[in-house]
């Protein structure tokens, strides 16, 4: 499915919103529209009207009284109502003239030798007339005054329709641009939560955030600003179109030549605009991930004193995407309102040469009030001409942001499953493992072991040896590709994610906190979990000191990443948060390293009362914390080469013994 079809499809959500909002947007439209014709029935009826023929009737008939006699001007006769000889009131010049008969020949005016002449080519005409006062002439114009009122009420109603009713079409249609925005972002949030962790691995945090922010924001001006703009511009042209036919049809015929020239003109400026922004999407892209990453690294670039070569990376960055915003400036200043300009100057000229010059003149075939109306319909044509132009850059800028949104919601995922399963016993085997990252670069080789419900396995092994691998794949946050992994006999490959999860607890080396209160870290929002279980929790490991060293205890404000909390105080409340969740497999991923030694002492003695009932594993660098250890796993290049008790391993004087070995000789040195 196209991006297009795929906008169309989120925009049907809210299909019934916003077909009213367009049915809102046409009333607006031809009410506005109509402003023009009754313009022109005001000139051409009640202005420029005083010039067809009046009749001479009798003082009961009313009409308007001229020298003792009654006049009524033809289109006030009623049918078969009596009437005398033909008169004429003509414009000669500024001022009027009564003519005491009809008049034969239209064009030029002029007075001679105090007669009225008129003139057309070779012919001339010459008339008796006699000029007319102001008083005079405005007895002609009275029985117009009431009707140009009531007219000039109308468009004014008129008006007032149109707005109540743009505003209506304006209001719902943006509601439901903001609505289609809200479902697409929470669709790509959603979207983010089912990928497998291995996608992040290849796309850096920055990216992630630059399109469910920067690129959806770009989509929601789409439906509010762009397509919003073409279906009023639709609707304007063709009322203005309906309007123009109405008035002319041979003329507004030359007028639909620009339709083509506008389709023409969007296909070669997409050809162009769509190549430039996907790079402006990408290097914007690029810049927030980079903006990301330096900001969290901050400490370090300082340190090594890189503030100078990151600075020079990021103008990299942003001068290309500024190459390539100048050529999209480049390209919108030739195809934009300049050439908007020469098509609304050409439509003139056509209109000047169809009208004719002596087409002007008051009286003659063309009515000024239709040459008025033409002209202001034909500016009025122009007006979403521009208005779709300047929106061409914007909708192509929305398109390819869709494309990368879409992009990213096509990515294979797995969608998260509620239910939940009956907690584990805990007994945990790895019959022939092998896993790599990868293509066949295996991080893990056979790997068979077999862990009892409430046992303690520690893995220990030089950095690259497969420790964590085997924690990430017992969470199928990668999944092996050979071998099986059994929890309580059960394939785990054979369960949802979600369901895996729901009863193993992680205590990460470098926990990671969540803006909010120590409460909301411990408990993540969980309504299962109360506030007694997180107090009783953050006790069970040994952090009564640090809520009472906190003006707010539980309600103590935690910053992004628990920046202002010591690394042991955010390694107890990660330790609180997995505890809560009484986990039936607890891993504990060289969760002591960063602690100092004093703490360390408080959590390995809670942990001692904590692991009875759960099956732990532990990742550790230091080897003195796994001593109690049900069963020792050493891995080297993947593989477990030794497996045991402490006691067990170091009468085998392998390669625990030599690593114990020389951490006691390290730390004796130390001392």
């Not at 023009?36 to 067809?52: R, V, Y």
């Not at 990430?472 to 059994?486: A, M, T």
Request: proline share 3%; charged share 20%; glycine share 8%.
């Amino acid at each position: 499915m196209s991006t297009a079809s795929r906008l169309v499809q989120y925009a049907k959500l809210y299909q019934r919103t916003i077909w009213i909002a367009l049915t809102l947007l046409t009333v607006s439209v031809f009410a506005e529209l109509v402003g023009p014709f009754i313009a022109k029935h005001i000139i051409d009826t009640h202005i420029l009207g005083i010039e067809k023929p009046w009749y001479q009737v009798e003082e009961a008939q009313g009409g308007v009284s001229y020298k003792g006699e009654r006049f009524k001007r033809l289109d006030h006769l009623e049918e078969g109502e009596p009437h005398g000889r033909e008169v004429r009131i003509v414009q000669v010049g500024r001022g009027f003239a009564y003519v005491d008969g009809p008049v034969h020949l239209e064009g030029k005016r002029a007075w001679r030798d105090g007669l009225l002449v008129v003139s057309s080519g070779e012919q001339e005409q010459s008339y008796e007339a006699v000029p007319l006062s102001r008083s005079e002439l405005f007895a002609f114009f009275a029985p117009q005054i009431k009707p140009i009122v009531q007219l000039l009420a109308m468009f004014f109603a008129i008006t007032v329709v149109s707005a109540v009713f743009h505003y209506g079409q304006r209001y719902m249609l943006q509601g439901a641009a903001n609505r289609i925005v809200q479902k697409l972002r929470e669709d790509v949030y959603a979207q983010v939560q089912r990928l497998p962790v291995s996608y992040f691995d290849n796309l850096p945090a920055g990216k992630v955030v630059s399109r469910i922010t920067n690129d959806t924001e770009t989509i929601r001006e789409l439906y509010v600003t762009v397509l919003a703009t073409f279906f009023t511009s639709g609707i304007y042209l063709t009322g203005i179109f309906i309007a123009l036919f109405l008035l002319d049809a041979r003329l507004a015929a030359i007028c639909l030549l620009l339709i083509p020239i506008m389709v023409l003109w969007i296909v070669l400026y997409r050809r162009f605009a769509t190549q430039y922004n996907r790079v402006i999407r990408a290097r914007l892209s690029d810049i927030n991930g980079m903006i990301n990453e330096s900001i969290q690294g901050m400490p370090v670039i300082q340190a090594f004193r890189r503030e100078k070569e990151t600075r020079q990376e990021f103008e990299e960055m942003n001068e290309d995407h500024f190459r390539y915003q100048n050529k999209m400036l480049n390209l919108n200043a030739i195809t934009g309102h300049n050439l908007v300009n020469v098509l609304r100057n050409v439509a003139f000229v056509v209109l000047l040469w169809y009208f004719g010059g002596q087409s002007l003149g008051i009286g003659t075939v063309i009515e000024i009030g239709v040459l008025y109306a033409f002209v202001d319909y034909l500016n009025r044509l122009f007006q979403p001409v521009m208005n779709i132009v300047n929106q061409l850059a914007n909708m192509e800028t929305a398109l390819v942001s869709a494309e990368r949104v879409f992009e990213l919601m096509d990515e294979p995922g797995v969608d998260v499953d509620r239910g939940t399963l009956p907690r584990y016993k805990g007994h945990v085997s790895f019959e022939q493992v092998w896993f790599a990252y990868k293509g066949q670069e295996y991080v893990l080789k056979d790997i068979s072991f077999e862990a009892k419900p409430g046992e303690t396995v520690a893995l220990v092994g030089h950095t690259g040896s497969g420790k964590s691998s085997i924690m990430n794949v017992l969470f199928r946050f990668y999944d092996s590709q050979k071998g099986r992994i059994r929890i309580d006999g059960m394939d785990i490959q054979s369960l949802p994610k979600q369901q895996l999860r729901s009863h193993m607890g992680i205590v990460l080396q470098d926990p990671f906190l969540f803006s909010g209160t120590i409460a909301s870290n411990v408990s993540l929002n969980d309504p299962a979990i109360s506030r007694d279980a997180v107090e009783q929790a953050l006790k069970a490991v040994g952090a009564e000191g640090l809520l009472r060293s906190l003006p707010k205890g539980l309600d103590e404000p935690v910053m992004e990443k628990g920046s202002t909390l010591s690394a042991g105080e955010r390694q107890l409340i990660s330790f609180a948060r997995a505890l809560a969740f009484d986990p039936a497999i607890l891993i504990l991923d060289e969760a002591t390293a960063s602690i100092d030694t004093e703490t360390e002492a408080v959590i390995q003695e809670a942990l001692e009362v904590l692991k009875r009932g759960r099956t732990t594993f532990v990742i550790a660098h230091r080897l003195s914390t796994i001593r109690n250890a049900d069963q020792i796993l050493v891995l080297d290049r993947g593989q477990i080469v030794e497996r045991g008790t402490h006691d067990a391993l170091m009468q085998r004087k392998g390669k625990y013994y030599q690593m114990y070995q020389l951490q006691q000789g390290a730390q004796t040195i130390a001392g």
